[in-house]
């Protein structure tokens, strides 16, 4: 009965392996018939499958070309959009000194081009006044009449010095008439480049509304996070801002003076604009004193709208302002034909890991291509899933890391069937061995293991995006590897060594005591060996070199000594 429980507990243990994987292919095929958002095949990435290619140029005010650190900073700002949108495998670099090329594996959708173009630049601004976005007025004879072009003439400095941004001071004649003739269509209107320190005539980003705003009183630079969620009472999405001390302090006077703005009656004066990119996207009323830093931006948000204005306002504003200048869709620059050579390289580091077992280990290599093939169903499923869930696409970097693993995954198993066949060289039962051989291999595979995961998590955070793909599936396949040894080879090594072929040693069956030198009587004596002719000597010969060979310094020396002590009390026996 005590022989049986290590079997009842492999099968329990085999059998959970085979609920995880099939819970795991559950959830890929709910991502590819409920969600229709995954897929049985794995994402490919830019350079095997081709995508979108996004050219940027900057624009600087005097028309110089930027620095090198601006255009850095804005890669690295972009790059975090680009992964925030859940692209994988995005290669983004400068070209020519002033262009940024972005190329995005796939077809980039309109929230990611989005991400990509916009500047992000945030003003915070007080609403002065707020109207139609009408161009035109009907005149006395019922027609309707263009508003004029402003006059030159008319008087551009406020009467009176503007006490802060919310002052009526700054609405001049000229400001006013501009405001009448300004044209939320025309696209020679570019409200981004107004100055900070002057009043702002701009448009609402979606509502049919046209503002008067004061100058900008705060900038995104104060702002630490930005998160999207939906309202506690409303429902409706938001985007939560956190603002840094300064910004916190500036705010909150704003807002103690738009509150009592409220409730004075002084509308639209107590609403404070989140102006972006020149574009009011929210203007809401200041229904209470802010204090504590934590302004939120309400609106007609969906889910998408929302998360994307948090995330380019979280990895702010872009250094430079930037113009497409192409975007068109690239071909694969490796393709499929080098898609078919990394496979063939992986069947061929495949076949030659089953050759090297079954020649080392006879039928117990066959345990060595069976874990294999779960593993390449774990990885194959979970690299599938990750596409769906993390944007993961496969690279040919990738590529390479998945058939460098193979080597690494055989490592695991020489590892502990050496241990197992040194097990059986000091005497012990098959079973036994297996049981023993299992607790000193795992602890040195634990460490090796360890030891590859330690360098691509260092790979991963260290490496270009080039690299990236190598250390990530260097990772995965390194803990699925661990997770295999864990619940499949051991379990079915405990259930092998039960049957007749393994367990009595057959001579094909990579388990065999003679063959492997079992000449141990204890660990450090050895068996003594009938004198013998022909093959069976030479035989008895290797397996005492292969015996000799193994044994550590100490038990050397103790052999030495028990040699010793042997020959001292045959010299005895001979003078008596």
């Known amino acids: 009965m005590a022989s049986s429980s290590p079997v009842r507990h492999a099968w329990k243990v085999l059998l959970g392996l085979l609920l995880v994987t099939a819970a795991l292919f559950g959830i890929n095929a709910l991502g590819v018939y409920g969600f229709q958002k995954s897929s049985w095949t794995p994402e490919l990435a830019l350079d095997l499958q081709g995508g979108t290619q996004i050219v940027l140029s900057a624009v600087t005010e005097d028309g110089a070309d930027p620095t090198p650190e601006q255009l ?12 925030a949108s859940g692209v994988a495998e995005a290669d983004i670099t400068t070209e020519g000194g002033r262009n940024i090329v972005v190329q995005i594996p796939g077809v980039a959708d309109d929230e990611t081009r989005a991400r990509i173009q916009a500047s992000a630049q945030l003003e915070f601004r007080s609403v002065l006044y707020a109207g139609e976005p009408a161009t035109q007025f009907i005149g006395e004879d019922g027609n309707e009449t263009p508003y004029p072009t402003p006059d030159p003439t008319l008087e551009a400095t406020p009467t009176a010095e503007p006490t802060d941004g919310s002052d009526m001071s700054w609405i001049t004649p000229k400001l006013q008439a501009e405001f009448l003739a300004y044209n939320c269509d025309d696209p020679d209107n570019d409200p981004s480049r107004a100055p900070a320190d002057q009043p702002l005539i701009t448009c609402d980003a979606e509502q049919p509304i046209k503002y008067i705003l004061g100058p900008t009183e705060l900038t995104g630079d104060a702002i630490d996070d930005a998160t999207s969620g939906r309202d506690q009472q409303s429902g409706a999405w938001t985007v939560n801002l956190t603002l840094d001390g ?10 103690q003076r738009l509150y009592q703005n409220k409730l004075d009656g002084l509308s639209p ?7 972006l990119d020149g574009k009011v996207i929210s203007a809401p009323q200041m229904n209470a004193q802010i204090l504590d830093g934590r302004p939120s931006i309400s609106g ?26 192409s975007s068109d869709t690239v071909s694969a620059t490796l393709g499929s034909q080098q898609l078919q050579v990394g496979l063939i390289a992986g069947l061929i580091g495949l076949a030659l890991v089953a050759v090297y077992s079954l020649l080392s280990y006879r039928a117990l290599g066959t345990v060595i291509i069976a874990s294999i093939a779960v593993m390449g169903v774990l990885t194959y499923i979970i690299i599938c899933i ?25 490592d695991s198993f020489i590892v502990y069937f050496e241990r197992i066949r040194d097990e059986l060289r000091d005497g012990k039962s098959i079973t036994g061995a297996v049981e023993d051989g299992w607790g000193r291999a795992k602890r040195t595979i634990y460490i090796s293991k360890s030891i590859n995961i330690l360098a691509a998590v260092v790979l991963y955070i260290l490496a270009d995006s080039t690299v990236k793909g190598f250390a990530f599936t260097l990772g995965l396949t390194t803990l699925i590897d661990v997770f295999i040894f864990v619940i499949f080879t051991h379990p079915v090594m405990q259930i092998l060594a039960r049957t007749k072929f393994f367990g009595g040693g057959h001579k094909l069956s990579g388990l065999d005591p003679d063959a492997l030198g079992a000449v141990y009587h204890t660990r450090s004596q050895f068996r003594q060996l009938t004198p ?3 093959g069976r000597a030479a035989k008895n010969a290797r397996s005492r070199g292969e015996a000799e060979r193994r044994q550590t310094i100490a038990e050397r020396k103790r052999a030495q000594a028990l040699a010793g002590d042997r020959s001292t009390d045959a010299g005895s026996e001979g003078e008596r």
Do not use: N
């Open 269 to 275: 004066r107590d609403q404070f604009a989140f102006v």
């Open 386 to 410: 990750l596409a769906w869930r993390m944007g993961f696409r496969l690279s040919l970097a990738g590529v390479a890391g998945l058939i460098v693993s193979i080597g690494f995954t055989a």
């Open 246 to 255: 300064h910004g916190t302090e500036v705010f909150g006077k704003i807002s």
């Open 72 to 83: 850095a900073q804005a890669v690295s700002i972009i790059r975090q959009r680009v992964d």
């Open 300 to 325: 007609s948000f969906t889910q998408e709208t929302a998360q994307t204005l948090a995330d380019q306002l979280k990895y702010g504003a872009l250094p430079l302002s930037f113009t497409t200048e």
């Open 532 to 534: 013998a002719k022909g």
